[in-house]
Every structure is written in structure tokens, then in C-alpha cells.
């Protein structure tokens, strides 16, 4: 005998379609949730990133600052201008699509033990040279341009130069043809870079003004006690979501402050060099 069920439980269709609606709006709610922590997470390890490479550079242009005028004490020194141990070329075209940055030239000397050759010890005389050029990077958001490429970005490259000194010559050598491991031609060490300031700094604290150049105020070198090092750097994307005009400030120079409105990030990372081989011998 057939069993008749006198009740059967179900679903309707208005139940399911409720369901499937709060459901949805759960997922999305979960979703916007999700990219919202997402987003947050890569601005602050693009933040980061940005910052821990200025660190880096900065840390390098620190310890070649710092070795400026060294000489081992068994070294025969050279005396020509040439040799000055530190010299800044301030930039006066700090704006627009052809801008420069500020440059440092460092002349040191180092010490070089060869066992079994004669003579064992050697001692040669570097130069290094930080300076910027515009960047080679292309923006591909921008429209491509006659010969079918992308322009470049509008940011500049920092470039270090490593020379060593010719006795006999009386000048620098090729780096491309001297046969030494420790020197190179001009390579870049950082892209999108906005600016690069150098500001010495006399015994007493004080600014010197104008900076101490290869064609000016040679006669204050040695009284270089440190150098005040800014850089700053912009991301390679869009950071925030909405353009803001937003304000960098420079060390010293206010005209140099850079106020953009865009959605990039800026950061602005500021160190002290000190000179310690610089003035000793005064």
C-alpha cells in the first residue's frame, strides 16, 4: 500500500530569489571590503618601497661624501685643482621638462694591496660624480609620438661616474679603457626622481653661499663640514585616487618647493653628510 505524505516541505521560488539577493550583497560587500584592505596594503608597500630605495641611494651618496678629500698618509698627493675634494654644481633650471638636478664631484684616495707585486702597495686617486639627466623611461600612458613611441616620462635619472686619476697624464682615465675593476662610466642608479639638493654646510652651521663649484667660491672648500642631502622621488603610477594639488619642500631654496597636482606620490627623504676628511690639515 502506497504511503501518502499528507505534508511536504520546499523552497519557493520569491524564498530563492530572496537568497540569491542576500547573498549577493553579502559577496559584494565582501568584495569591496577585500579591495578596499588590498588597496590600502599596496600604498603602503609602494610608500615603502619608494622610501627604502631613496634610503639606499642616500646611504651611498653619504659614504663617497664622507670620503672626500681622504689620503693615506704614505700617499704622494697631486697638487692641481683637480684634486679639490668636494665640489656642488647648484642647478638654476630646477623647472620644466629640461630641468637638471643639483651635482657633487668627490675626490678621494684610496689604498690597494697587491701581495707579491712590486710595488705591493698602491695608491690611487678616484673621482665620483652624482648628477641627473632626464629619464629614458616611457610613458605609455601618453600618446605615442611620430616615430611610433612612447615619450619619455617626465622625471629624471640619477647617474654615477667613478674615475680614477692618471699620474702621468695629469688627468682622469677612460673608465671604458683603464682595465680597473672599481671604476665605471655613467650609470643610473635611480629613476623618477624629482629633484636632488646638495647644501654644505660651514663649522658653524651655517649655509655657504654660493656653493663651492668648479668656476666659484673655490677659496671655501675646506670649510665644508657637512652637506645636507635631500631627494626627492615620485611613484612610477597613479598612488591616490584623485587629483589634489599637493606641496614638497625643499631644504633651503623655497623656489625649489614642488607643488603638483596629480594623483603620484612624492616622497621627500632628508640626510646629513659629514665631511669628515675635509679641513683637517687647516
Known amino acids: 500500500m502506497k504511503q501518502?505524505?499528507?505534508?511536504?516541505s520546499g523552497v519557493t521560488l520569491l524564498e530563492m530569489l530572496i537568497g540569491i539577493v542576500i547573498s549577493a550583497i553579502m559577496m559584494g560587500a565582501l568584495y569591496t571590503s577585500y579591495s578596499a584592505v588590498n588597496t590600502s596594503y599596496s600604498q603602503v608597500s609602494d610608500r615603502e618601497t619608494i622610501s627604502r630605495t631613496g634610503r639606499d641611494i642616500i646611504g651611498m651618496i653619504q659614504r663617497d661624501i664622507r670620503m672626500a678629500g681622504y689620503f693615506d698618509v704614505d700617499s704622494v698627493k697631486v697638487a692641481d685643482k683637480q684634486m679639490y675634494p668636494l665640489r656642488i654644481e647648484t642647478t638654476k633650471n630646477f623647472t620644466g621638462t629640461n630641468r637638471k638636478?643639483?651635482?657633487?664631484?668627490?675626490v678621494y684616495g684610496d689604498t690597494v694591496y697587491n701581495?707579491?707585486?712590486?710595488?705591493e702597495y698602491t695608491y690611487p686617486i678616484y673621482k665620483i660624480i652624482y648628477h641627473c639627466k632626464a629619464s629614458k623611461v616611457p610613458n605609455r600612458k601618453a600618446k605615442?609620438?611620430?616615430a611610433g613611441t612612447f615619450p619619455a616620462k617626465n622625471v629624471l635619472g640619477i647617474y654615477k661616474q667613478k674615475v680614477s686619476w692618471d699620474r702621468d697624464t695629469k688627468w682622469w682615465k677612460d673608465p671604458?679603457?683603464?682595465n680597473d675593476k672599481n671604476t665605471h662610466d655613467f650609470e643610473l642608479v635611480l629613476d623618477?626622481?624629482?629633484d636632488l639638493?646638495?647644501?654644505p654646510i660651514d663649522e658653524k652651521g651655517l649655509q655657504i653661499i654660493p656653493a663651492p663649484s668648479t668656476t666659484q667660491n673655490q677659496s671655501r672648500i675646506n670649510d665644508i663640514r657637512s652637506v645636507e642631502i635631500l631627494l626627492m622621488l615620485r611613484s612610477s603610477d597613479d598612488f591616490f585616487k584623485t587629483k589634489k594639488e599637493r606641496t614638497n619642500i625643499a631644504l633651503v631654496n623655497t623656489i625649489r618647493n614642488k607643488k603638483k597636482t596629480d594623483k603620484y606620490l612624492r616622497e621627500t627623504i632628508v640626510a646629513t653628510a659629514h665631511t669628515r676628511n675635509i679641513g683637517i690639515a687647516k
Not at 4 to 8: D, L, R, T, Y
Not at 101 to 106: A, K
Not at 115 to 119: D, E, Q, R
Open 176 to 178: 671604458n679603457t683603464d
Open 144 to 146: 605615442k609620438n611620430a
Open 101 to 106: 638636478c643639483d651635482s657633487v664631484l668627490i
Open 115 to 119: 701581495k707579491g707585486a712590486t710595488p
Open 4 to 8: 501518502k505524505f499528507k505534508s511536504i
Open 192 to 194: 623618477h626622481v624629482e
Open 197 to 199: 639638493i646638495f647644501v
